[in-house]
């Protein structure tokens, strides 16, 4: 049995690219794959992506096939569509805040540049379970599916990147590792890619739309994908018995730019969209992607966040490997790492938000956006994990406006504090995992202040 460096299990945009950045440092990189190599990517998705992540990762941007369409700012909407507030975050020089794309073309591409960079992939392998040794993880069990034969592969590092189905962190016995993320933790999605008979009001415009009607917990997002082609989709808070599929086709029935659209293609799906894992890291194992809970927990988006998870954590990798230690000590850097420096904190602080969002029904949204109580501003600072700060320009004014849901302004406002305290406490992630349960408690204080289970 061939002894690696590192075996990663899925090819998603998490394992593919970690694959890709491991074998640049010259590890000796196992990727194990369930699907047909030639269906990598095939997954269903919004197909949206900001432009910062695939250049915090290192990943040229999309081009031909795989492009669908750029994107400069997103729509939101109350319920009415009366209203709506814009979300721009274009980086100084570039063309285009992100794009939609081609989720298939995307994962091909990542697919490949990992095997180029010289990564051993194999596809129609299904992990099974981790292989232990004194409960440290040094490998797996995986099905051969083409010839259903069972197989053992062995490296010093495990990384679990298998998206929802976290194959290897529901089995792992650790004190800092949640086996299950609830069921209202999660949103539950159903999407369409639609061909429509005309092409979008606003092409180069995502828009989101919040209505409770139809996403309860969630929101409904429609993102241009060039031309007619439109990727429509909505969300709805799982563990709640609500049915999105049955939701959505309520919602396109409902409006007639989606008159006469022929369907491309449909299918359901679910992200995790809470707080980030208590630890990415075990004895022997990493957790990355879906798989360490590395979503947005606002918009769901988490392709984003999962290459800059498996950007980060490859140097600390190579590290661990040849230092010699590959315990949770030895990998522990990776939590201080993207929870201190990158998108952890930014994960810790907007589940706080997605909280108060899931709180607040059509008639606060509404009275919220027709009233310019939160502005393009306010979200840009509140997408950035700093809460929604009332007390910028236009304050007096704002107040004014806000008098009729005082109790509403004040929860904003106690929400946001919280935010910024998380964000504070997470830049402050613990060095090592003997000062971790203080720092722990500290979290849960933070969620038993709002009145919310951590
Ligand atoms: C409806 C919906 C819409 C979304 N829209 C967007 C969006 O617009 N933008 C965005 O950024 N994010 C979006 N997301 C989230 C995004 O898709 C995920 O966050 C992202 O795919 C995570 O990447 P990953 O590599 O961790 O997991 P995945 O992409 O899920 O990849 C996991 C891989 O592991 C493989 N695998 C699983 N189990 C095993 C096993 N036992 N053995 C071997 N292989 C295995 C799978 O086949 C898969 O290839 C959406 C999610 C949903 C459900």
Known sequence: MTLHDLIVVGAGPAGAHLAHEAAKLNLKVLLLERLARDRVGDKVCGEGIALHHLKNAGIPFPTGDELGTLINGIDIYPPSMENFVTVSQRIPGELCDGWTIDRLCFGQRLLKRAEDAGARVIAHAHVIKPLLEKGAVVGVEYKDTTQDKLVKATAKVTVDASGMSAT?????????????????????????????????????????????????GGYIWIFPRGGTIANVGLGTQGGKGHRPKALYKKFIASKPMFKGAKVITGGGGAAPIRRPLWSYVADGIVFIGDSGCHVNPIHGGGIGSAIEAAHVVAPILKDAIEAGDVSTTGLWPFNVEYNRHHYGQKIASLDLMRRLLQEVGNKEFEFVINNRIITTEDLLRA????????????????????????????????????????????????NSPGEFESWKNKVVLIYQSLGYEP
Do not use: W
Request: one cysteine or more; a positive charge; glycine letters at 6%.
């Open 168 to 216: 290897l962190r529901r089995r792992i016995k650790h004190p800092s590792i949640e086996n299950k993320i609830a069921l209202h933790d999660q949103a539950v999605c159903y999407r369409e890619v639609l061909e429509l008979k005309q092409p979008p009001d606003t092409p180069d415009r995502c828009t989101i739309i919040m209505d409770d009607r139809y996403s309860p």
């Open 383 to 430: 997408n950035a994990g700093e809460g929604i700060q009332l007390s910028a320009t236009d304050k007096a004014g704002r107040f004014i406006r806000g008098l009729r849901k005082l109790g509403l302004l004040r929860r904003i406002q106690k929400v946001s504090k919280a935010m910024r305290e998380m964000l504070k406490l997470y830049k402050n992630f613990p």
